[in-house]
């Protein structure tokens, strides 16, 4: 099975059925991850911040570390990939936003991701099939292309599918 790590900032996608793509450590990053089951392309994005007015110097070189960068990039690498333009079909999951490092929510960062994320998808017309967000505890995402099943660790609470 090939893997496909990918770090904060980062984006990836596959139409190999023999590929996962997977991120580690999503404490208040969030990683949005589609997959379209009739071209059977998957893709993954490592959220760090909501927005890249923050950051404008980090644009060109991780766009994937914003939102609002992050997604469109996302979505033209899963065509290069093979995506035939149907975002209707897409299953989109969201995982993250934990509350890590901040326990008086100073910079809710972890909030703030998961809005923007949703802000943005809306912006779309997309939705949410499923989300594993918020709490207090890290977790790795992990998609499998030939199945797009989406798999969550955690070292406090173990595995599940979302």
Not at 76 to 105: F, R, T, Y
Request: charged share 20%.
């Amino acid at each position: 099975m090939k893997e496909i790590v990918l770090g904060v900032g980062e984006y990836g996608a596959s139409h190999d059925t023999g590929a996962v793509i997977k991120t580690y450590s999503l404490g208040s990053c969030v990683a949005l991850i589609m997959y379209d089951p009739v071209t059977k392309v998957g893709g993954m994005v490592h959220i760090a911040l909501p927005e890249s007015k923050i950051r404008p110097d980090m644009i060109q070189k991780r766009p994937g570390y914003f939102a609002d960068t992050g997604i469109p990039a996302l979505f033209k690498q899963m065509k290069k990939e093979g995506l035939n333009g149907h975002a209707k079909n897409l299953i989109i999951k969201l995982v993250g936003g934990a509350k890590v490092m901040d326990p008086n929510s100073l910079f809710d960062i972890g909030k703030r991701n998961i809005l923007a994320t949703k802000k943005l998808l809306w912006k779309y017309g997309l939705g949410l099939q499923a989300e594993d967000v918020g709490g207090s505890l890290p977790r790795t995402a992990a998609i499998e292309i030939n199945t797009g099943k989406v798999m969550i660790s955690s070292a406090g609470r173990g595995n599940w599918e979302v």
